[in-house]
Nanobody, 130 residues
Framework: QVQVVESGGGLVQAGGSLTLSCAAS????????MGWYRQVPGKERELVAL???????NYADSVKGRFTGSRDNAKNTAYLQMNSLKPEDTAVYYC????????????????????????WGQGTQVTVSS
């Protein structure tokens, strides 16, 4: 089984910075993409940033130029550096490990599983005060 855990949320004043971390653990062979999403009560969860295993990043227009995503493939960890935070950035931030291949333990040796799955973390609250 794979676990995804976010950390680093908190309360910050407008204009401030926070760095979120997302650590995936378990019998992981590879993770194609790690994504950051956010959700406020009463609204749908929205994409914030995607980081591929090759380091390519894509951002929502609302955070371009302020947020920077990165990852450490060796540690199965992704980061979201958030600068110039605004009150409208207040949300629960979720990490999703996408297209995760795990090790399959066969009778004689282990191989990558033939199927991939996506895994969500439990979320971390970010509150930006004005």
């Amino acid at each position: 089984q794979v676990q995804v855990v976010e950390s680093g949320g908190g309360l910050v004043q407008a204009g401030g910075s926070l760095t979120l971390s997302c650590a995936a653990s378990g019998s992981i062979f590879s993770i194609d993409t790690m994504g950051w999403y956010r959700q406020v009560p009463g609204k749908e969860r929205e994409l914030v940033a995607l980081i591929t295993s090759g380091g390519t990043t894509n951002y929502a227009d609302s955070v371009k130029g302020r947020f920077t995503g990165s990852r450490d493939n060796a540690k199965n960890t992704a980061y979201l550096q958030m600068n110039s935070l605004k009150p409208e950035d207040t949300a629960v931030y979720y990490c999703r490990a996408e297209r995760v291949y795990t090790w399959y333990s066969g009778p004689f040796f282990s191989t990558p599983s033939p199927r991939s799955f996506d895994y969500w973390g439990q979320g971390t609250q970010v509150t930006v005060s004005s």
